[in-house]
């Protein structure tokens, strides 16, 4: 039997933090696929990009890409807060990933959330 699906990588899903990632939206899209009689979802690779911010030239076999974790999800969590977002730059174009300020900024923010969980 034949099915069909579609190509939409994970940092394609849009998000207000520069970069999508395995969120609400991403629980959504699979949602609305599943609606329109899709049977596959083809990501690029997870991993780390490294050279050229490619997926296709990981730094890691077996990591997964720190960029796709959902900050909403860390709020929610207790981990952050709104205001520990307010000002930071995830980048100025949403039609594009802007993969410097999205490193500089995740960096930070992921290492205050880990700083919050090991408190706890």
Do not use: H
């Not at 939409?8 to 899903?13: C, E, G, H, L, R």
């Not at 899709?38 to 077996?62: E, K, M």
């Amino acid at each position: 039997m034949r099915e069909s699906g579609i190509l939409f990588p994970i940092f394609s899903i849009a998000s207000k933090y520069g970069i999508g990632s395995f969120s609400k939206e991403a629980y959504e899209f699979v949602d609305f696929l599943e609606k329109s009689g899709q049977g596959f979802w083809q990501i690029l690779p997870v991993g780390p990009t490294g050279f050229g911010d490619s997926p296709y030239q990981s730094v890691s076999a077996f990591a997964g890409n720190p960029y796709f974790i959902c900050l909403d999800t860390l709020i929610e969590e207790g981990l952050l807060s709104e205001s520990d977002l307010n000002g930071i730059d995830f980048g100025k174009d949403e039609t594009k990933v802007d993969y410097g300020a999205v490193y500089n900024s995740r960096r930070e923010i992921l290492k205050l959330a880990y700083e919050n969980f090991s408190e706890n």
